[in-house]
């Protein structure tokens, strides 16, 4: 079964870089047939799509986003990381990592599965 | 950008009573549009894609409809387990985006 957990700090400080990573158990980020994408959930509000990367390296972006984030893939350790540069308050939320199917019948291109979520705070 | 806005913002119901979630895109998505429900400290589950399609092991009480612009979530007899904030997503156009959410409580 496909467990998809997300890991790194806590807290950052406003102007810095919000690095997470999420480690992929019972699947492969190396398969053809899904892409592995981020979304967001600041206290109080909805569900923000990030983007996602294929194993490949194609990457796909919230234009919102574009010009702060990226994602990466290490296929040797199965796992796919985020990284959000130049951080504000607005940044604070819980960071959901996902699995997006991309050639399976079922559920194509939407988020099938996902992570339990982590806080990052943005604090001085 | 999609805007997906959906209604009600909260949904006071009983358990054995039947729900009629909304939501409604600022153009058409086609049925490129999928429910997910979400529980506190818990990660969104996906119930229904393409419109109308179950995910799979989702409970034969969630059934979605609709197309171009306006679409259903109904589940059909509340079990209490079904109280949680429900949301609409759309992949029809870039950026993929969510509606505000729904959120049903116990009434």
């Known amino acids: 079964q496909l467990q998809l957990q997300e890991s790194g700090p806590g807290l950052v400080k406003p102007s810095e870089t919000l690095s997470l990573t999420c480690s992929v158990s019972?699947?492969?980020?190396?398969?053809?047939?899904?892409?592995w994408g981020w979304i967001r959930q600041p206290p109080g509000k909805g569900l923000e799509w990030i983007g996602h990367?294929?194993?490949?390296?194609?990457?796909y972006f919230s234009p919102s986003l574009k010009s702060r984030v990226s994602i990466s893939v290490d296929t040797s350790k199965n796992r796919f990381s985020l990284n959000l540069n130049s951080v504000t308050a607005a940044d604070t939320a819980v960071y959901y990592c996902?699995?997006?199917?991309?050639?399976?019948?079922?559920?194509?291109?939407?988020?099938?599965?996902w992570g339990q979520g982590t806080l990052v705070t943005v604090s001085s | 950008e999609i805007v997906l806005t959906q209604s009600p913002a909260t949904l006071s119901l009983s358990p054995g009573e039947r729900a009629t979630l909304s939501c409604r895109a600022s153009?058409?998505?086609?049925?490129?549009l999928a429910w997910y429900q979400h529980k506190p400290g818990q990660s969104p589950r996906l119930l229904i894609y393409?419109?109308?399609n179950r995910a799979t092991g989702i409970p034969a009480r969630f059934s979605g409809s609709g197309s171009v612009t306006n679409f259903t979530l109904t589940i059909s007899t509340l079990q209490p387990e079904d109280f949680a904030v429900y949301y609409c997503?759309?992949?029809?156009?870039?950026?993929?985006?969510f509606g505000q959410g729904t959120k049903m409580e116990v009434k």
């Open positions: 019972g699947g492969s980020v190396s398969s053809s047939d899904y892409f």
């Open positions: 393409d419109a109308s």
């Open positions: 153009e058409s998505i086609t049925n490129y």
């Open positions: 990367i294929y194993y490949s390296g194609h990457t």
């Open positions: 996902t699995r997006i199917p991309k050639t399976t019948v079922e559920a194509k291109y939407y988020f099938d599965s």
């Open positions: 997503q759309q992949r029809s156009h870039w950026p993929w985006t």
